[in-house]
């Protein structure tokens, strides 16, 4: 009983203090935690900027928890548009808005939206050798998925900057390359 117990703590301190390199939602010395599995429902799915659309009967993973916050914070940028009729599915989840995706502004996956409390708060995002800041404004939720309101697309991996084309633009990036490795912090 006590090895079951001390194993999960052991793990949890050595990811808190390591580097981590992420790669769509696994880091280096493990995995984030999956906390369940969300069975897929297919509906009308915007499949702007390559999402994802779900399938009936799939099982998608869930996650409660992100790698954590740290000066560099390794993440997975993805491209989403925050527009009324876009891929972000309903309004942000901060203000309850649509934006224009000339915005400099991201969603961040639920662990690191942290029940919004950086709502409307700006972060550092580090990729391709350039620095932009940039306002979170959603949640890229790694909990539920597959509905309407999510643009009927499975939850987000733990470790998402979910960022508008401006985000990848002020980069020098193209949006069309969907992913792309970046760090972040907070401002």
């Not at 050595?14 to 939602?25: C, I, K, P, Q, W």
Request: glycine residues 10%; charged residues 20%.
């Amino acid at each position: 009983m006590t090895r079951i117990m001390l194993f999960p703590l052991i793990t949890l301190s050595l990811l808190a203090h390591s580097e981590l390199t992420l790669v769509a939602g696994k880091y280096k010395h493990g995995t984030c935690i999956v906390s369940g599995y969300l069975t897929g429902k297919a509906g009308t799915c915007n499949p702007e900027n390559d999402s994802e659309c779900c399938v009936t009967g799939k099982l998608y993973p869930q996650y409660n928890n992100s790698p954590p916050v740290t000066r560099h914070t390794h993440a997975i940028m993805t491209v989403n548009s925050f527009e009324a009729g876009g891929d972000g599915g309903g309004p942000s989840e901060c203000d309850n808005k649509f934006h224009s995706d000339k915005e400099l502004i991201v969603a961040l996956s639920s662990g690191w939206f942290a029940k919004k409390s950086r709502c409307l708060k700006h972060i550092k995002i580090h990729g391709n050798g350039k620095m932009v800041r940039a306002k979170v404004v959603d949640e890229c939720d790694s909990i539920q998925g597959c509905d309407a309101v999510h643009n009927f697309e499975p939850p987000c991996a733990c470790n998402i900057v979910d960022a508008s084309k401006a985000v990848w633009k002020a980069l020098g990036l193209n949006p069309k390359m969907g992913v792309y490795n970046i760090t972040w912090t907070d401002a």
